[in-house]
Structure formats: C-alpha cells, structure tokens
C-alpha cells in the first residue's frame, strides 16, 4: 500500500481568514466548509483543515507556529512570490536566524521563499533543481 498524506489540521483564530490568505497567495481555490474546517487543497490528495483554534477550553493564548511547505514548478513560483510581494508580505530566505529578509534562497539547487500567515505559521514555496 501507498501512504500518502490526505490532510493536516491548522489551527487558526480565524479559520475563514487563513484559508482565504493561503489560498489566495498560492492561487488556489477555498473549499467549502467540512464540519468544524475550512478546508484548501494542495495537490491532487492532500488538504489542509483549517480550524478555529479553542483557547479558552485550553487556557492557550497563542498558537504555536508550525511549517508548511510547498513544492512549485518554476511558472508557479515566479506567481507566488509576485502575489507574496504584491501583498506586501515579509519574506526571507531562511527559516532560522538570520532569516536574510528580502531574499530568495537559492542555495539548495532550486529556489526557495518564507513567509508567516496571520497566525504566525511558517509557510514555505519550494522548487527543485529539476522543475
């Protein structure tokens, strides 16, 4: 049997607003809502399950940061990073100090860009040297 990936919780303060802003940086549709999630899809198989984040149940009052990245061809990045700019995002080339703000790192034979959601995640667009 294959194992693939079919979806990951995100947790968000305002689940609507985070699938909205992924989604609308990587140009892809917002599904509709599927019970407690609103859900946007990467890829033929996988989703991602946004979720409003229930501090008050947990005493929490911030959501720890998590990474998702996100492998592109080289058209799909070029398109990403001009809505990243035009959006006026903070971007970097590091995910660890120094971040080098303002960069795209090339360093791994692709390129490769970060930047934060409203809730602090760390998003990552990727291509490889072979795209």
Known sequence: MAISLNHTIVPARDK???????????GLPVGEPIGPFVPVRVGELTTLDFADADFAARGVSEIAPHHYAFAVDEAEFDQI?????????????EPHEPKHFGEINTSRGGR?????????HV?????????
Do not use: W
């Open 16 to 26: 609507r607003a985070s699938a909205g802003f992924l989604a609308g940086i990587l």
């Open 81 to 93: 990073f001009d809505r990243i700019v035009r959006a006026g995002l903070d971007y970097y080339a």
């Open 112 to 120: 490769a860009v970060y930047f934060d959601d409203p809730d602090g």
């Open 123 to 131: 998003m990552e667009v990727l291509t490889t040297a072979t795209s």
